[in-house]
């Protein structure tokens, strides 16, 4: 079975996701505070695209929401950034979209606190676009030096050579065997069936071209969300339950060694689907037991499919074969 060593969550991608969310929590506090006494009881808390205030609320209101939403961006992110920590790739995206969105945050609100100072009329309030514009920028420049302070995504790393502990079948020099399953998810079909009914429901009451993206995305999730999987010799072979292309097929040559362990779609690749991340790839429908493939390159290629063990054994014997074989013999 491969043996994997995944990247451990690193001090300096937690901090870049959670510190901008708490120094905007001193930033915004210090603000109101300071300005306490000149600012309305009731406050512009909404500005609108022509930098006019078009949304009101009391001061305790407003802080509380503030104050809810930046911890909340620190505790959803921080959290993600630990979960998905064996995918480093997408790990070190969620910390830098978690630190962009609190800078972001901080400056919008701070502004808007700023401008109802000493407002008699909190619908006089105005925000110069000017401030939403300095609040992106400031964001994408936090995601840039994020970006760098995460460091380079980071390959995972797997043991070479075959493994003799790893489990193999009992087959003669002259006997093949061939194993195949079905496999798929219960979430991707229903969803894809909700998504062509929204498209058909667009279609009918407005029009097919506004249908059209609903109806592409909604028919591939619908009907390609399952799969059978086939070892034999030939390698692992992958091919949808109602049709027979797209095919994927990992030749017996590529497989240095065979095994199986559990999968979780987020957490390990980032969602549903053929997946990619540094190191693995392959086709993940579900949660659960997958069949876990190291290749000749070193990277790794999963399918999530019940009764992996055995299609292990089966591929680790063929390849075993494959290898004392001369070649042309």
């Known amino acids: 079975m491969p043996r994997t060593r995944h990247l451990p969550v690193t001090a300096h991608r937690s901090l870049v996701t959670v510190a901008p969310s708490l120094l905007a929590v001193v930033v915004v506090l210090s603000v109101f505070l300071s ?32 104050l809810t939403v930046l911890l909340g961006d620190a505790v959803l992110f921080g959290g993600l950034v630990h979960w998905i920590r064996t995918n480093p790739g997408a790990q070190r995206v969620l910390a830098v979209i978690g630190g962009a969105v609190a800078v972001l945050t ?28 300095l609040a992106f920028g400031a964001a994408a420049v936090y995601a840039a030096l994020g970006w760098v302070i995460c460091g380079r995504v980071q390959e995972t790393e797997t043991a070479s050579g075959p493994s003799a502990g790893a489990s193999r079948l009992s087959l003669g020099d002259s006997e093949t065997a061939v194993w195949s399953r079905a496999t798929g998810s219960r979430v991707l079909p229903v969803t894809g069936a909700l998504v062509l009914a929204a498209g058909l429901v667009v279609g009918i ?5 506004p249908a059209l993206p609903l109806l592409i995305t909604g028919a591939p999730l619908a ?10 010799r030939r ?42 991340r540094p190191g ?19 990277s790794e290629f999963v399918v999530t499919v019940d009764d992996a063990a055995t299609a292990a054994a089966l591929l680790n014997t063929l390849a075993d074969r494959e290898r004392r074989t001369p070649a042309g013999g």
């Open 35 to 66: 300005l306490h006494d000149r600012l309305p009881a009731r406050m512009a808390t909404h500005i609108g695209p022509g930098g006019e205030a078009d949304g009101f609320s009391g001061q305790g209101a407003f802080l509380a929401v503030t």
């Open 106 to 133: 901080g400056w919008l609100v701070t502004a808007v606190l700023l401008a109802n100072a000493d407002a008699r009329d909190a619908a006089s309030v105005t925000l110069p676009g000017l401030q939403a514009a």
């Open 205 to 209: 009451t407005t029009g097919w071209l």
């Open 223 to 232: 009907l390609l969300t399952g799969a059978r999987v086939t070892a034999d």
């Open 235 to 276: 390698g692992i072979t992958v091919t949808p339950t109602f049709a027979s292309w797209p095919r994927l097929n990992v030749p017996l040559e590529r497989i240095a060694e065979a095994g199986h362990r559990p999968v979780n779609p987020i957490r390990d690749f980032g969602g549903w689907g053929y997946r990619a």
């Open 280 to 298: 693995a790839s392959g086709i993940v429908l579900r949660s659960g037991d997958a069949l876990s493939a190291r290749l000749t390159t070193g």
